[in-house]
């Protein structure tokens, strides 16, 4: 599902159960972050799906890249793999930024 900034900020923070997942690479994860996310590179295929079989399908994750394409994409594969609780940040880390919030460097 995607969610504008507001709507996926304020639902992330009223969810102290969720996961916030970070799909970019690990040199632009690297180069500033959300603090409470958990970097899954989207582009290492293997490696995504098999952390995805990790996971509880029954909790929230707040999904989000640079620009909302590649989190939109790792939403739709998680929807595929039973998940029910994904949100796609539709702006991105990049409008996260512009809009002023806290990242970690």
């Known amino acids: ?5 507001l709507e996926w900020k304020s639902k992330k923070e009223s969810d102290s159960t969720a996961l916030c997942l ?3 690479t690990e ?6 972050h959300l603090a409470d996310s958990t970097n899954i590179d989207f582009y290492n295929a293997a490696n995504f799906v098999k952390f995805l079989h990790e996971l509880n ?3 929230s994750y707040y999904v989000y890249c640079r620009s909302g394409k ?5 939403c739709e594969i998680m929807s595929e793999f039973g ?4 949100f ?5 880390y990049l409008g996260w930024i512009e809009n002023g919030y ?3 460097e």
């Open 27 to 32: 040199h632009e994860f690297n180069e500033g």
């Open 88 to 92: 796609n940040l539709e702006s991105g």
């Open 57 to 59: 399908k029954k909790k």
């Open 83 to 86: 998940f029910s609780n994904v």
């Open 1 to 5: 599902m995607n969610l504008n900034l």
């Open 22 to 24: 970070d799909v970019r």
């Open 70 to 74: 590649r989190s939109l994409a790792a």
């Open 102 to 104: 806290e990242t970690i």
